[in-house]
């Protein structure tokens, strides 16, 4: 089992979460389990960079630069290949990025299905437009006096708590993912 923090870069205050996962999960189970915390509704392409190499769902019309490694088969701890961090995209319009870093290496049977065990803070809404479409996001909805203010709750659906974090939620998701 391997403890992961993953943080969303460009965002303050920090948001992140803290996972247990299987050494022998695929990338593209990884995927999900990072959708799954964070609170992403996988609506958007995606991307893993270990070791120099890139990971996804490989698309001939979609990629540039160096071939895109197809995330389906590979296992996390075999692709880390000795490194401790490495980076994960969602959606390349709004750019997120997440830093991940292998904090412990836990025993086998340290828990049997992938868990969220810490972390801070609500995920941005899908769309918003990235770490400063966010910012504004946050700024207008924390003043009922800006003009987008009353825009930004409907386009929304509603009231944003930026520090919402529900870990019953998470871990409820997280069961759902089939290894």
């Known amino acids: 089992m391997l403890q992961l ?3 969303l870069a460009g965002i303050k205050p920090t ?5 247990v996962v299987p050494e022998t999960i695929t990338l593209g189970k990884l995927h999900q389990v990072i959708q799954a915390v964070m609170g992403w509704t996988n609506s958007h392409l995606h991307e893993f960079e270990i070791a120099g190499a890139r990971f996804g769902i490989p ?4 990629d540039f630069g160096e ?6 088969r590979v296992r996390l701890r075999k692709s880390l290949e000795g490194t401790v961090s490495f980076r994960y995209v969602y ?8 830093k991940i870093k292998v904090e412990k290496v836990l025993p086998a049977d340290a828990c049997p299905v992938p868990m969220c065990i810490g972390g801070a803070n609500a995920c941005p809404p899908e769309d918003v437009g990235g770490p400063y479409g966010y910012a504004d996001f946050l700024e ?5 006096a800006h003009s987008e203010h ?3 709750l409907e386009w929304n659906g509603g009231p944003f708590d930026p520090a919402a974090l529900d870990h019953d939620l998470i871990n409820k998701r997280l069961q759902s993912i089939k290894l």
């Open 91 to 98: 959606d390349f319009g709004d750019d997120w990025e997440h």
């Open 67 to 72: 071939p895109l490694i197809s995330e389906t």
């Open 150 to 152: 009353d825009r930004m």
């Open 5 to 7: 923090k993953i943080e």
């Open 15 to 19: 948001i992140w979460r803290r996972v």
């Open 59 to 62: 698309d001939p019309d979609y």
């Open 140 to 144: 207008a909805i924390a003043d009922p």
